[in-house]
């Protein structure tokens, strides 16, 4: 009696037959057949795999442009973002760079800088005043509005405030650039560049160099000073707003400690110019004295 055609065989006849290019003999041995079916996974593996490559070429594309853009978006945050800090009115502060160079800021000063660049270019800018401990290293550039200073590995002071600019070396060497004429200036200790008027610096020789940092031990020293500067120095440092009702026309030669009081100061400035204040309550008004 004939077998029937079951429902597996002719399942298995169908998958058979799918097979690419197959030619089962089946007076073949099993290993014979095993071999045919072996050769033929693998020519189908191998069209599979270039198959793939030929399918997605752009999606490659793609993730090589975003690895692009990854790595530039990466490079200009690192280049852009920028810290700042600030020494409030009344307040020195001081601020720590990422070499471990310091920066005593004077008050109403400001200093910024890009602490993820800062291994490829130390540079800062300054508004206000600022005492620099530089450590040794790459170049290291203060820019301020009215000029340039440039060291490696140095102590020095900056004071640059609107149209004044003036960098004082305590060692090593500076080099001092004015922004508006191009003039260049090194300076080593006991030396200070100075804007003039007309754009240039001059170098003077300073007898008593420790003066123009006097600010880190809170006192003031000036010498032939315009007096309206030595009252926009006071609102600095002791927080406060001052008015003129009188003429300030008057150079001013003297210093005074911020461990006084503001009156006491005020009082010791107006004095020998014949010059009074008084407080509103909201600002301290300087006024001539009524003969």
């Not at 004939?2 to 399942?11: A, P, T, V």
Request: hydrophobic share 40%.
């Amino acid at each position: 009696m004939q077998r029937k055609e079951s429902h597996i065989d002719k399942k298995l006849d169908e998958n058979l037959n799918r097979l690419p290019d197959l030619n089962l003999d089946f007076e073949k041995s099993k290993d014979e057949v095993w071999a045919v079916l072996s050769k033929s996974i693998e020519a189908s593996g191998t069209e599979s795999s270039g198959s793939l490559v030929e399918m997605f070429p752009g999606r490659i594309w793609m993730i090589a442009a975003a690895a692009v853009i990854v790595v530039l978006g990466t490079g200009l945050f690192m280049r852009l973002y920028t810290t700042e800090v600030i020494a409030p009115l009344g307040e020195h502060v001081l601020a720590q760079l990422p070499d471990g160079s310091e920066v005593k800021l004077n008050a109403g000063s400001s200093i910024s800088y890009k602490p993820f660049w800062w291994p490829f270019n130390r540079e800062t800018h300054l508004e206000g005043e600022a005492f620099f401990e530089v450590k040794k290293g790459e170049e290291f550039e203060v820019n301020s509005q009215a000029g340039r200073t440039i060291v490696l590995g140095t102590s020095f002071n900056i004071y640059a405030r609107e149209n004044q600019y003036k960098v004082t070396c305590f060692t090593g060497k500076v080099r001092v650039v004015a922004r508006q004429s191009g003039h260049v200036l090194e300076i080593i200790p006991n030396e200070q560049a100075a804007l003039n008027r007309d754009g240039s610096l001059r170098l003077s020789k300073l007898k008593n160099p420790e003066e123009a940092a006097s600010w880190l031990n809170d006192m003031f020293v000036f010498t032939g000073t315009p007096l309206n500067e030595v009252f926009d120095e006071i609102e600095r440092q002791y927080n406060i707003a001052i008015s003129e009702e009188a003429d300030l026309d008057y150079l001013y030669t003297g210093n005074f400690s911020r461990n006084q009081t503001v009156e006491q100061v005020l009082k010791m400035v107006c004095k020998p110019y014949g010059l009074q204040f008084r407080n509103s309550g909201q600002e301290f008004v300087i006024v001539k004295v009524q003969k």
